[in-house]
């Protein structure tokens, strides 16, 4: 083929960039800006501004869920007075986050390859449906292997049931205002889920030991709501992403017309005869088993994204199982135990920042693109388990080590709601919306194996060190590479706005 004729490798161009060379344009008020990309985000969702707002209260009913079962269930099993199971090993009592994370991270790889087939509405409300089996299971369960089984249920509903509640808000909010729509979501659910650890700390009671009672029927109502809901009011928004995506690939299936014109014409003159080509077969839809791939093991940027993605909830899991574990137990000879409601407001400090700033951090990074924000989250989570580490060891008063782990919690939820709705939005950046269900859900996979990952890789560094902040300060090490990682090989497509 003519060099001249042969497809660019450049790819695509980036939603939010301009065509023109702006190196020299006039710096922008940064106070414009946020007006601009906020006009411009309520432009996109205004026509459809009920579903937008049923989606975001679904979010925060998915949130609160989470929160309940994996604060009861972090209190049932252990070698304290007040559990009910005896589990002498730390894997064994935080193996509820494996059985969850497992499988919520296959179900969000399941939503990523059949949105687009049966849509994200059906997804949505087969969610909940399974849902409706965990707090079933756990009311009615009488030993701990049958607590961990339940947590597949919970896997199941937050994986089709979030998942396909972000492709939805991606769709109406579009893939320019991608940080804003998934930052939504996350605000929504995080939000909820730090005010639903206080009620569920308040719900239990370490006397009568109703971890499995009264907590699971406020599940069980948030259920059967999410499942309502979602059959009776919810729209699909497949039609939405098509519409989209026959915009985006438009002025790629022009280019490959007027190439394989170029080429018969070129033929022609040489005496070669050609075969017309299909116009309707020259921009071919993406696969998704060819996407997941892509994602995972071809393209570097997306790869360090999945990494990180991973190493975010292997944080998330460790504040839900072995942070938690860590403040009901005490440090022998320094520090005594953590009362339920302490524990219930270390937990609500980090949930609430995360969700409270994950919609401003979604907007900021699409004005100034996403690499800076992803690896300040990071290494701000580096940060944090390294307090909660050093102030867990050296610490003797009780009030202190309190005070510091509220300060660690605040950090960490901080950082973490820093890289949450970029870590999606930069995926997204990097795929063509016809690709982007797929490639979402592939990325929310490698994302969460990270429970799977903080609940058995945290208990077995605990059972083999013998120390919480020993595994803490691991971790941290860990974050702090992967943060070195994205800054090296992740290849940003958001051009930054030029602002004072």
């Known amino acids: 083929m003519d060099p001249k004729l042969a497809p660019s490798s450049t790819p695509p161009q980036a939603a939010g ?174 939000s909820m889920q730090a005010l639903f650890a206080v009620i569920a700390g308040y719900m239990i009671n370490e006397t009568t030991k109703n971890y499995q009672k009264s907590p699971f029927y406020l599940v069980l109502g948030l259920m059967v709501m999410g499942l309502l809901i979602s059959l009776l009011l919810l729209k699909d928004t497949t039609a939405l992403a098509a519409a989209e995506t026959l915009q985006y690939e438009r002025a790629d299936h022009d280019k490959a017309v007027v190439q394989a014109e170029a080429e018969a014409a070129a033929a022609a003159e040489s005496g070669v005869s050609i075969t017309k080509p299909d116009v309707l077969q020259l921009v071919k839809p993406d696969f998704p088993v060819q996407t997941f791939f892509h994602t995972s093991f071809r393209n570097p940027s997306t790869i360090v994204i999945c990494i990180a993605g991973c190493m975010t909830n292997t944080m998330t899991g460790l504040a839900w199982g072995l942070f938690l574990k860590w403040m009901a137990a005490g440090e022998t000879g320094q520090w005594k135990a953590f009362n339920k409601h302490d524990a219930a407001q270390v937990l609500l400090a980090y949930s609430l920042i995360k969700g409270l700033c994950q919609f401003m951090s979604g907007l900021t990074s699409d004005m100034i693109g996403r690499k800076g924000i992803i690896v300040a989250g990071l290494w701000t989570c580096c940060g944090a388990l390294t307090v909660l580490a050093v102030s867990g060891s050296y610490i003797t008063s009780h009030s202190a080590v309190y005070s510091t782990f509220l300060a660690g919690a605040v950090l960490l939820g901080f950082g973490t709601g820093l890289m949450y709705p970029n870590l999606l939005a930069a995926i997204s950046d990097h795929t063509p919306p016809r690709g982007r269900p797929a490639a979402l859900g592939t990325y929310r996979f490698w994302r969460d194996l990270g429970y799977a990952v903080g609940g058995l890789a945290g208990g077995g560094l605990r059972n083999a060190t013998g120390s919480f902040a020993e595994t803490m300060g691991i971790v941290a090490a860990c974050v702090f590479v992967v943060g070195l990682l994205v800054l090296l090989v992740y290849r940003e497509r958001m051009v930054p706005l030029k602002m004072y």
């Open 17 to 190: 960039t301009s065509k023109t060379d702006d190196s020299n344009a006039a710096p922008l008020r940064w106070t414009t800006v946020v007006k601009v990309r906020l006009v411009l985000f309520g432009r996109a969702i205004r026509p459809h501004w009920f579903q937008f707002m049923l989606l975001a209260i679904l979010s925060g009913n998915i949130g609160a869920v989470y929160a309940v079962t994996d604060f009861c269930q972090a209190y049932m099993a252990g070698t304290k007075p007040y559990n009910i199971y005896y589990v002498s090993s730390y894997a064994v009592s935080t193996s509820f986050l494996v059985s969850f994370g497992a499988v919520k991270a296959v179900c969000d790889l399941i939503v990523g390859m059949l949105a687009d087939r049966i849509g994200r509405r059906c997804m949505h409300a087969v969610g909940w449906a399974f849902g409706i089996l965990l707090p079933v299971m756990i009311i009615a369960g009488k030993n701990w292997p049958t607590m961990v089984a339940a947590d597949i249920f919970l896997g199941v509903q937050q994986g089709l049931s979030w998942t396909s509640a972000v492709f939805m808000l991606i769709d109406y909010a579009t893939r320019r205002n991608a940080g804003v729509g998934v930052g939504v979501s996350e605000t929504m659910g995080y």
